[in-house]
């Protein structure tokens, strides 16, 4: 154990950069491990409040593989709300099909576009965050993690005592990053509203085409969108999977078009990003809906355009009831 910012239950200690190989060479025993950013660049490019160290998060492995089966994972897949953070400061490609329903059973293959991101992210995690574990017999392990996981809150973790009234992680540890914070809702609650669908905040307008749905929205003065008879409301067109596709690819960049056109998972992809980005004309700063989406899909500063703050009071409720029902958001 090691030095730790509660020094009543330490940190498992370690200063590991995780990457593939240095799992392929971990025992396969049981452990309780933990993983954390030390360093306050790599926490500004998180858009994470400091200071460090800031922890992430707590897990313990069993079976029969071990420290070495989890830490193979972890140095294999990083943390959908991590990217999240990540990509609301430019440093990834935003992950919007993460939070995308996905009614199919077993393995879900990641499409080309979140792989990129993943992709992105998993480098990122590999130099930046700083693993260690503890392996010893004596220690009961299963009392260890449930102990860390009170005593340091870590970011990811979504079970303990008190974790169910934490905000999403996605909103803990806003700091100077409010701006960020507001983009990541702004989008997020757009792609909530539109792909979700809730009775309150979308209507059919019995009208569709063969490339489109007709629904009616509504909104704030400031772009958030709004339950239907609190906000001005507004037709929208929602297309079908194919054509949000056809749509992404006339406005990617050469370097994603092939993933874009990607067709190879159940779960819909185009019509997530369409979505998060169904916001942008009603914002102050108004944008086209096209325009958002190409300046996305190149991580062009025109593309975080959000409401600069967070909402206040019953507003801020209200979106964060309606996007904890996306997955990789709720505690």
């Not at 360093?39 to 897990?59: C, F, H, N, Q």
């Not at 809702?185 to 809730?198: C, E």
């Not at 008879?229 to 054509?243: K, M």
Request: proline residues 9%; glycine residues 6%; contains cysteine.
């Amino acid at each position: 154990m090691t030095r730790s910012d509660n020094p009543g239950v330490p940190f498992p200690a370690g200063e590991h950069r995780l990457d593939r190989k240095l799992a392929r060479r971990l025992p396969r025993v049981p452990a309780v491990y933990g993983a954390s950013i030390v360093d306050s660049k790599a926490l500004a490019e998180a858009g994470i409040a400091g200071p460090p160290p800031v922890r992430v998060y707590v897990g313990r492995a069993v079976g029969a593989d071990g420290l070495r089966g989890r830490l193979r994972s972890h140095a294999e897949w990083p943390w959908w709300e991590l990217i999240d953070l990540l990509a609301s400061r430019r440093i990834v490609l935003p992950a919007w099909w993460s939070h995308a329903e996905k009614n199919v059973r077993g393995t879900l293959d990641v499409p080309l576009l979140a792989d990129v991101s993943l992709a992105q992210a998993r480098a990122w995690q590999h130099r930046n965050l700083r693993w260690g574990w503890t392996t010893d017999p004596s220690i009961d392990l299963p009392k260890l993690e449930v102990d860390l996981i009170a005593a340091h809150r870590p970011l990811i973790n979504r079970k303990g005592q008190g974790y169910g009234a934490q905000p999403p992680m996605q909103l803990q540890k806003i700091g100077a990053y409010e701006r960020e914070r507001a983009w990541w809702l702004f989008h997020a609650s757009w792609l909530a509203v539109l792909t979700l669908r809730p009775t309150d905040w979308v209507a059919d307008c019995r009208r569709s085409g063969p490339w489109f749905l007709a629904d009616r929205v509504a909104h704030d003065e400031d772009g958030w969108p709004t339950p239907l008879a609190e906000g001005t409301e507004q037709t929208i067109r929602i297309p079908w999977e194919w054509s949000a596709r056809e749509t992404l690819v006339d406005l990617a960049p050469p370097e994603l078009r092939e993933a874009v056109m990607d067709e190879s998972t159940a779960a819909e992809q185009a019509t997530a990003w369409w979505a998060a980005y169904a916001g942008h004309p009603y914002l102050r700063d108004s944008q086209p809906h096209e325009d958002a989406l190409r300046s996305a899909l190149a991580r062009e500063p025109s593309a975080y355009r959000s409401p600069p703050d967070l909402p206040s009071g019953r507003k801020l409720e209200q979106l964060l009831q309606l996007v904890r029902q996306l997955p990789h958001v709720s505690h």
